[in-house]
């Protein structure tokens, strides 16, 4: 059977029965250093000049901590108490004591904002509307305009598996890469997939490691091949983009805000997951479209998972009942693996941490993306209940 036919023979049948092991689980990174890695466009990534808008943005090296008790009412996130949390973080973070000013710090009116969250884990552990509400309601009495929002993520099913969709929030843009039109076919009748018309070829990811083009996969890789390129919901429908992870576990690792952004803005991932998870996150957030465009990282710990991550599986889910913000991913990232790890280490996981569970952070650090070393970051917690 031709690969149009057969795929089209898959959205028949339907897609998430078919699909869903390809969908969901990703394999753990390996977190070992290799002798060998493949090569890569490293070094043509360092070479582009970084911006006044670069990471790790206005407030290098600091990251807020708001934890909330009554975070979590009946079972269900609070948007109240998330609201109180994302105001606390933002005034501290940025030392105003007026909240629209802290907002208009990181963006303005004119701007189209692309906020990304994480919808893989679907209702049961994804970017909490709670908090993603709370961001917009802020966003909107700083008089951001709704029409200038669009959430987006990678793939449409997550993000509507997830409950991301116009009908929860109103006015509201929703964008995808790997999307598909009313009658669920990710093809059009002119044979095409639509996400081919998503991907921008002169914004790119090359590592030396194969990714298999095959009808099974599709439209999850959109291109098979050595390079993964940029969706252009980053190159050219957004000029800033707030990154909204879940906090959760990968492995030994954390996949919070770098492998938000790494693995969700560019194509044919599948390949670089196993052996090439930390390079990955890395150098993505590294480039152009990732690198001069975030501006805040707001990584959602009112729920979020210590084991099994980053897939929701109900016996590791958490309720941390803590949120984190900052405009570096890198001290984010960092603060929210002693979070995770400490959990782990509570359940008996792991003895105590591993030193290679943070290659990514490390990369980062010398990509000039933000601050790894923890006696060099300035964390500032506060207990609001």
Not at 8 to 18: E, F, N, W, Y
Request: glycine share 8%; proline share 5%.
């Amino acid at each position: 059977m031709k690969r149009r036919n057969f795929f089209r023979s898959v959205l028949a049948t339907g897609i998430g029965a078919t699909l869903s092991p390809i969908i969901k689980a990703a394999p753990a990174p390996v977190t070992t250093q290799q002798s060998a890695k493949p090569a890569t466009n490293a070094a043509e990534i360092k070479a582009i000049p970084r911006t006044a808008n670069s990471l790790p943005g206005r407030y290098p090296g600091k990251v807020v901590q708001a934890n909330h008790e009554q975070c979590i009412v009946d079972g269900k996130p609070s948007e109240t108490a998330a609201y109180d949390m994302l105001k606390s973080c933002m005034l501290n973070l940025t030392g105003e004591t007026d909240l629209k000013k802290a907002w208009l710090q990181f963006v303005g009116p004119d701007d189209v904002i692309g906020i990304k969250v994480n919808p893989i884990g679907g209702r049961l552990l994804s970017t909490t509307h709670a908090v993603t509400k709370s961001i917009i309601k802020q966003l909107e009495e700083a008089g951001i305009s709704r029409a200038k929002l669009v959430i987006w993520d990678r793939r449409q099913e997550s993000l509507e598996e997830a409950d991301y969709t116009p009908a929860n929030y109103p006015g509201v843009q929703f964008m995808s890469t790997e999307c598909y039109d009313e009658y669920n076919s990710y093809i059009s009748k002119e044979g095409k997939f639509y996400s081919e018309d998503w991907i921008d070829k002169s914004h790119y990811f090359y590592a030396d490691v194969d990714g298999e083009y095959d009808a099974y996969t599709l439209p999850y890789m959109v291109n098979g091949g050595k390079y993964s390129y940029f969706t252009k919901i980053c190159t050219e429908k957004v000029t800033k983009i707030i990154n909204v992870p879940v906090i959760k576990n990968a492995g030994f690792a954390v996949t919070i805000c770098m492998k938000n952004l790494g693995f969700g803005a560019i194509t044919n991932t599948q390949r670089l997951h196993q052996h090439f998870w930390h390079e990955t996150s890395a150098y993505v957030c590294a480039c152009p479209p990732i690198r001069d465009k975030v501006v805040l990282n707001i990584a959602d710990g009112i729920l979020g998972c210590f084991e099994g991550g980053p897939a929701a599986n109900p016996q590791f889910i958490c309720q941390y009942k803590t949120m984190l913000v900052g405009t570096d991913p890198v001290a984010v990232d960092r603060i929210g693996h002693d979070i995770v790890i400490a959990k782990r280490i509570e359940e008996g996981l792991q003895k105590e941490d591993r030193p290679n569970s943070k290659i990514f952070m490390e990369l980062a650090e010398e990509l000039q993306l933000g601050v790894a070393d923890r006696d060099k970051i300035d964390l500032k917690i506060i207990d609001i209940a």
